[in-house]
Nanobody
Framework: VQLQASGGGLVQAGGSLRLSCAASGGTFTSYSLGWFRQAPGKEREFVAAIRWSGGSLYYVDSVKGRFTISRDNAKNTVYLQMNSLKPEDTAVYYC??????????????????WGQGTKVTVSS
């Protein structure tokens, strides 16, 4: 499975961005999809995940109520709508595909395939 992330950019605090991640080369619906981010000097951090059916969503507490993950299985694409952005959201955002169980959905090692990352910069 190949993943291609896009949609990053520079935005002012309070603004919005929508990240997209297009998948190819595999059975998209057999995977859960996640978004992770890595800020300079920090470890990669779980942001959000969605099951293949779209029925189960997971978020890190710091983005709850601001970010929304969704997927369009017909387009083999997962999205991350980011609203009310804060400077602390600045990071490179990565999409990933895997088959984690519920207890490991937030663990990067549960994902097999990774996109190349898209940079999000939020200015204050």
């Amino acid at each position: 499975v190949q993943l291609q992330a896009s949609g990053g950019g520079l935005v002012q605090a309070g603004g919005s961005l929508r990240l997209s991640c297009a998948a190819s080369g595999g059975t998209f619906t057999s995977y859960s999809l996640g978004w992770f981010r890595q800020a300079p000097g920090k470890e990669r951090e779980f942001v959000a995940a969605i099951r293949w059916s779209g029925g189960s969503l997971y978020y890190v507490d710091s983005v709850k109520g601001r970010f929304t993950i969704s997927r369009d299985n017909a387009k083999n694409t997962v999205y991350l709508q980011m609203n009310s952005l804060k400077p602390e959201d600045t990071a490179v955002y990565y999409c990933a595909a895997g088959r984690p169980i519920t207890s490991t959905v937030r663990a990067p090692e549960s994902y097999y395939y990774w996109g190349q990352g898209t940079k999000v910069t939020v200015s204050s």
